[in-house]
Structures are given as structure tokens and as C-alpha cells.
């Protein structure tokens, strides 16, 4: 199980780790921490000296009732990190967080390999086509609506199944446009209420039916410091038991804000095979 970033195959069947780089003010557990280049490489630089993989660059906060940002705002905080990044550590893999297609296209021109959209094209009709025009890896994430009202929307008749149905209908779609490499997210957090959460991840493994990478994002998500009653700067722990249970359940890429203890989730996990 392999895609291809900028020429390298990487290998998904022993699973990697992403990192997060959130460059907005009000992300829900590191908004506004790097704020100046010097912070940022630092974090980068730690981050990919732990052992991640790809380093996933975001500008627009997806966390619930997030205010809107416009396109311009948004090219405004990733391009130039992302070029700086590139500049900085020519080979680290860059994936952009964003859900439209003329961020998407300027960030891979920036130096960018992914693209990691949390609506899988549903909240731009041209997303699906530039990613098969930019011949990059694409992950798709299941969410329903916008940030400011997918908590609205939390009703379904068989969760998991609708989930399926849903990245059935996706994958179908963007294999039809010619994209190769493709990576599904579930979403937890993202119009699914607590209780939801759980049962996706008690069901995770079902994903594999989708014969697709799967990207677990459940680093200090409230569904861990709301169960615990605690906050998000103390669900580390927690974040962490719940990355090891979906690595034994067939998650491929782990997206975190910690990438050492996420390693060691994988590299213990990889002990019992």
C-alpha cells in the first residue's frame, strides 16, 4: 500500500505519522502558537527529527462554530510558510489542509506534495478536478456541512455504513477523474456527536472494506478531554491510547500534534506483528 509523493513511494503498510502545523489564531489546541518563522522551523525541524513523515500545513481552523476566512487570508498564512518550509528542509513532505482547489493549486506550486481536505470536494465542485490535474495524493475526510454547523448534523441511520457509502460514492467519483492516490479520513470530531465517535472508533477496522489508506485524527480531540474531564492540554495520554487502538484496528497515517509519543504507539503496535 504505497502513494507517491514527489517521485517517493511511501510505503503505508507500516503506518506513519503526520504532523500538525496549524498557522490560525484560534485552532482549538495550538491556535496562534506560531505566529514568526523562527518557532515555526523549530516545530518542523522537531517534529520531522521525532520521526514524522509528512508535516501538514492548515490556515483555516475547522474546529466546531469556526469563523469563516476568506481565500485571500487563508493563501496569506499557508503559502509562505509553506515555501519557507520547502526552502528550509527540501525534503519534507508537505501536506496542505484546506478544502479549496485555489489554495490547494498554490500550495503545491509553493512546495506542497497532499492535499488534505476535510469536505472531499463536497465544499468546492473544482477541488476533485485539480487534484487529478496536480497528480497528487488526496485525502478525503467524511464530514457533513461547513465547521459552523456540522454539529447540526448528527443524525444517521447506521453511522458506519453511511460513512461507507459516503467515501464509496467519493472514491468512485475521483477514481472517474483519473486520481491514483487516495486516503480516507472519518472524521471523528466532525458532525459526529461523542457517543458517535466511539462507535466509529470501536468499528474502524470496517473501513478497510474501502481497499483505501486510512488516516486516524484523534490527537487531543475533544472526544478525549470531555470523557475525561480534562482539557486539551492534558488529553495527551488519552490521545495516545486511542491512536494505539485504531493502529490495531488498520490506521495507516496517524495526524498529531505530538509526533514522538505517536511513534511510539506505532512502534510499539508494530511489535505485536
Known amino acids: 500500500m504505497t502513494i507517491n509523493c514527489k517521485g517517493n513511494l511511501i510505503d503505508l503498510s507500516t503506518p ?12 482549538f489546541y495550538d491556535g496562534g502558537h506560531y505566529k514568526n518563522a523562527s518557532t515555526i522551523i523549530s516545530q518542523v525541524k522537531t517534529m520531522t527529527e521525532q520521526g514524522a513523515t509528512f508535516i501538514d500545513v492548515g490556515g483555516y481552523s475547522s474546529r466546531p462554530d469556526a469563523d469563516d476566512v476568506s481565500i485571500d487570508e487563508e493563501l496569506k498564512r499557508v503559502i509562505p510558510i509553506i ?10 513532505l508537505i501536506s496542505v489542509d484546506t478544502f479549496r482547489s485555489q489554495v490547494a493549486q498554490q500550495a503545491i506550486k509553493a512546495g506542497a506534495c497532499m492535499i488534505n481536505d476535510i469536505s472531499a470536494g463536497h465544499l468546492d465542485e473544482q477541488m476533485l478536478k485539480t487534484v ?17 454547523t456540522m454539529q447540526q448534523l448528527t443524525h444517521y441511520e447506521d453511522l458506519v455504513k ?17 486520481i491514483v ?20 472508533l470501536n468499528k ?13 485524527g484523534l490527537s487531543r480531540k475533544s472526544m478525549i478531554y470531555k470523557t475525561l474531564n480534562r482539557s486539551s492540554k492534558d ?3 488519552g490521545t495516545s491510547i486511542l491512536n494505539t487502538i485504531a493502529l490495531q484496528k488498520g490506521a495507516n497515517i496517524l495526524r498529531v500534534h505530538d509526533v514522538k509519543e ?8 508494530q511489535q505485536l506483528h
Request: with cysteine; proline share 6%.
Open 162 to 178: 453511511d460513512i461507507l457509502l459516503y467515501f464509496s460514492e467519493r472514491i468512485e467519483k475521483a477514481r472517474a477523474l483519473g
Open 16 to 27: 506513519k505519522v503526520m504532523g500538525i502545523l496549524n498557522v490560525t489564531p484560534d485552532s
Open 262 to 269: 505517536a511513534i511510539e504507539c506505532i512502534t510499539l503496535t
Open 235 to 237: 488529553a495527551l495520554n
Open 204 to 216: 474502524f477496522e470496517l473501513l478497510k472494506t474501502t481497499n483505501s489508506p486510512i488516516l486516524a
Open 181 to 200: 492516490d487516495l486516503i480516507i479520513d472519518p472524521g471523528f470530531g466532525f458532525a459526529k456527536t461523542l457517543e458517535q465517535n466511539y462507535e466509529l
Open 132 to 148: 487529478a490535474n496536480l497528480k497528487v495524493p488526496y485525502i478525503m475526510m467524511h464530514m457533513r456541512g461547513h465547521p459552523k
Open 83 to 92: 515555501e519557507m518550509i520547502s526552502n528550509e528542509f527540501p525534503d519534507t
